[in-house]
């Protein structure tokens, strides 16, 4: 299980595209007989046969073989995606896919359901960006992963999508009961030794207050008459939608989606406004333009499959003038020199004026979006935000700072760091959150230890081979 977690770092979309490979390890069993192919005649009277060897099947957990051309390709597929295999045995690898093979067939066996149409969009999505390593040619694609056509290259995808979804909702399903007490956060920081007590980097609390130039009226009413003449063209004229968005549309993610995103009513994507306007729609119709953090847009509804919807749409930006921009500058500029001068806080300016709704109501704090508290470890810290708050002092209010997002809008900001705790030794009050985690963490790993020690019990499980004589941390060997 640490093992699994060690690996389990590695880039998900190079592990996906390397995944295609390991196609075999996800068959049901087969009781085949193996058959040997005659390699050359000596002569008319006498036929020599040359051996073959035959990919033998390592491992059997339920309904699932492992085989034994499976774990170097397991090998070659961490290391491609940036794993760290250095003095990984075989054997680990193989006690880390017998795992994988317990969760997916136990799932099955306690009736979890996985969506196959959500799969198939998992499909489609990584197809799109599959082909973007190939410049969208589908030919060259089959060619690389040895696939005789497209439709054979989708059902591997689906299997190997499928089977992971049902083992990662196995393992959830075994801790998503598993909580933990005070009392046992204490018993668990009490029984470490005081030596060997984690030692947490130093921290800070940062608080920003943003300034965003505004957008006129005229041009967000320029963008909303452009918005509805599309409307029009598709709903009165019969244009092309797809046409639209793509010689208009500003939504970059758009086309690597193939021009199509499904939407599910029972699992939300998608801002609150998209959705709303999107499961309005009856299929063929187009949405009047709404408004949201991104901009303007209109919805099209291509199909309806129950509570799937496919849609596409159309993003437009509403451009910002320089004078807007030069304006949003010059305001913070001032808002930053009341704060200097000791007229306001740091919190009740941003209070007063930030234009950060996500901040400015809890005086500008940042949330850290991995904890989610006000902490941010130094050493984890955002290299972006940690660039702007290197050279700060506690309680300097820093100078201005253009910011720009990756769709181009500019904004202007200004950041304080408001706290500051120094690398230290685990203290139970100060730092019972980061010790509650690592408490509740552990307790998870023993009920998926228990939960796996019984199921191999229960499950039937062959291995052969050389893997009979690994040391495996589990007793896959049931001795």
Not at 65 to 80: G, M, W
Not at 197 to 225: M, S
Not at 272 to 291: D, I
Request: aromatic share 8%.
């Amino acid at each position: 299980m640490r093992f699994i977690n060690n690996i389990g770092s590695a880039c998900v979309l190079f592990a996906c595209l390397l995944a295609i490979n390991v196609l075999s390890a996800q068959e049901i069993i087969e009781d085949k007989p193996k058959e040997e192919k005659p390699a050359e005649k000596k002569d008319s009277t006498s036929t020599t046969y040359k051996a073959v060897k035959v990919d033998g099947v390592a491992a059997v957990v339920g309904d699932y073989i492992i085989l034994e051309s499976d774990i170097p390709k397991e090998r070659e597929q961490i290391a491609a995606a940036g794993g760290n295999i250095e003095g990984v045995k075989d054997c680990e690898l193989m006690g880390s896919m017998l795992e994988k093979k317990l969760y997916a067939h136990h799932a099955i066996q306690d009736s979890i359901q996985v969506s196959d149409a959500e799969i198939r969009g998992q499909v489609d999505y990584q197809i799109q960006q599959f082909l973007q390593y190939f410049n969208g040619s589908m030919e060259r694609l089959l060619e690389y992963y040895k696939k005789d056509d497209e439709q054979s290259f989708r059902d591997e995808m689906f299997e190997i999508n499928k089977s992971n979804q049902l083992a990662s909702k196995m393992q959830a399903k075994i801790v998503e009961e598993v909580e933990i007490t005070p009392e046992e956060v204490r018993e668990y920081f009490n029984k470490i030794p005081v030596d060997k007590r984690p030692v947490f980097g130093t921290e800070l609390k940062v608080a920003q207050i943003v300034a965003e130039p505004k957008v006129t009226e005229e041009e967000e009413q320029r963008i909303i008459d452009r918005l509805n003449g599309f409307r029009e063209d598709v709903m009165e004229r019969g244009a092309s939608f797809r046409s639209k968005a793509v010689l208009y549309g500003q939504d970059p993610g758009l086309k690597d989606a193939g021009y199509k995103y499904i939407l599910d009513r029972k699992k939300p994507r998608m801002v609150k406004e998209f959705r709303q306007a999107a499961f309005a729609l009856q299929e063929g119709e187009v949405s009047e333009p709404f408004k949201t953090d991104f901009g303007y847009h209109i919805v099209y509804c291509q199909k309806i499959r129950g509570q799937q919807y496919d849609v596409s749409h159309i993003l437009l930006r509403p451009k910002v003038s320089d004078q807007a921009i030069k304006e949003a500058k010059e305001r913070l500029e001032k808002i930053r020199q009341r704060i200097v001068d000791g007229d306001i806080s740091f919190a009740d300016a941003a209070k007063e004026a930030s234009d950060e709704r996500e901040t400015k109501n809890d005086g500008g704090q940042l949330i850290n979006p991995e904890t989610q508290d006000y902490n941010f470890e130094l050493t984890r810290m955002d290299t972006g935000l940690y660039a702007q708050i290197q050279n700060l002092k506690d309680n300097e209010v820093s100078l201005v700072m253009k910011d720009e997002d990756n769709r181009g809008n500019v904004k202007y900001k200004i950041l304080m760091v408001s706290d500051r705790i120094d690398e230290h030794q685990a203290d139970y009050a100060r730092d019972f959150l980061k010790i509650k985690e690592l408490a509740l963490k552990e307790k998870q790993l023993n009920a998926i230890e228990k939960w796996q020690s019984e199921k191999i019990m229960d499950t039937y499980i062959k291995i052969s081979g050389k893997y009979r004589d690994c040391d495996f941390s589990s007793n896959w060997l049931k001795k």
